[in-house]
């Protein structure tokens, strides 16, 4: 019997989980369609990009609704699927079943929680013996995760990310010679690319206060588009109260796309659509209202310092 995605797919937008086993044949092939992808893929608009999602389930159906669904719309999500919210299994299952369904028309980008370490803390790994009753599920993603692309280019002009730039990395053509198979690294080009933060307060790179990646500056984003002959950075990572931020002249925004984060930062949340002549709209929305009716924890307090360190 060959695998149906459409019946896996239809089976998770009324979230109930798939089984163990399909979970397994579904990473394997997502591996071996990723294995082939470059470490910089390259489309084209019109393209709907989506920052973190973080398990928040709901909120990413509500993007579904408000964007369209797949096939119709092409997506390019940025990371972090996991971690957080509620329902990252849910999440990164629908989320790796579209990528194999539709590989043309939807990307995944590796976010800097897309990692053993990092799920090990904020809740995947938790959730996945919680839900499943043992870790295989988690293995069988994380080790997906390794397989994930670090950035897109739109047009040959907007550079996607998770995090940010990095200071061992000047061209694009440096990015496609990294080995990412990989676990995501405490230090260098990989790591800097998922964890950096732009800083408007500088004009170079400095150390983050994250303790992985760097902050980088205005001066910084401007050398990168000029070398690459690009015009835009695109990136997620940082919570955004209004949903987006725009920086540098216009040279560098942030997509954030979980809403009222973590179930209590009461923020907006946005998706990016990018069209066909590179014109760019953030299509900001609210918590989906099924949020209110799953006993959502909130988050002990202590945690929520955390929370804003680790986005
Ligand atoms: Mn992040």
């Known amino acids: 019997m060959g695998l149906d995605l459409d019946a896996c797919i239809s089976q998770l937008l009324q979230k109930q989980l798939l089984a163990e086993s399909l979970i397994k044949e579904i990473c394997e092939k997502t591996k071996e369609l990723l294995m082939r992808e470059?470490?910089?893929?390259?489309?084209?608009?019109?393209?709907?990009?989506?920052?973190?999602?973080?398990?928040?389930?709901?909120?990413?159906?509500?993007?579904?609704?408000?964007?369209?669904?797949?096939?119709?719309?092409?997506?390019?999500?940025?990371?972090?699927?996991?971690?957080?919210?509620?329902?990252?299994?849910?999440t990164i299952s629908l989320l790796t079943c579209l990528k194999l369904r539709y590989p043309e028309r939807v990307q995944l980008v590796r976010g800097n929680h897309e990692s053993r370490a990092v799920t090990q803390t904020y809740g995947f790994y938790t959730e996945c013996v919680r839900k499943y009753g043992n870790t295989n599920v988690w293995h069988y993603f994380t080790d997906m995760f390794d397989y994930l692309t670090l950035s897109v280019v739109i047009d040959d002009k907007i550079f996607c990310v998770h995090g940010g730039l990095s200071p061992s990395i000047h061209s694009i053509d440096q990015i496609k010679t990294l080995d990412r198979f990989r676990e995501i690294p405490h230090e260098g080009p990989m790591a800097d690319l998922v964890w950096s933060d732009p800083d408007q307060d500088k004009d170079e790179f400095a150390i983050s206060p994250r303790g992985a990646g760097y902050t980088f500056g205005g001066e910084v984003v401007k050398k990168f588009l000029h070398i690459n002959g690009m015009s835009h950075i695109l990136r997620a990572h940082q919570l955004c109260?209004?949903?987006?931020?725009?920086?540098?002249?216009?040279?560098?925004?942030?997509?954030?796309?979980?809403?009222?984060?973590?179930?209590?930062?009461?923020?907006m949340a946005s998706i990016l659509e990018v069209g066909v002549n590179g014109e760019r709209f953030f299509n900001v929305f609210d918590a989906a209202p099924e949020n209110d009716r799953e006993s959502s924890r909130p988050m002990a307090s202590e945690r929520l310092e955390n929370v804003l360190y680790f986005l």
């Open 241 to 267: 109260m209004e949903g987006y931020q725009v920086l540098y002249d216009d040279r560098l925004s942030t997509v954030w796309s979980a809403p009222n984060y973590c179930y209590r930062c009461g923020n």
């Open 38 to 90: 470059s470490n910089v893929i390259h489309i084209s608009a019109p393209v709907t990009v989506v920052g973190d999602i973080h398990g928040q389930f709901y909120d990413l159906i509500e993007i579904f609704r408000i964007g369209g669904y797949c096939p119709y719309t092409n997506y390019l999500f940025l990371g972090d699927y996991v971690d957080r919210g509620l329902f990252s299994i849910e």
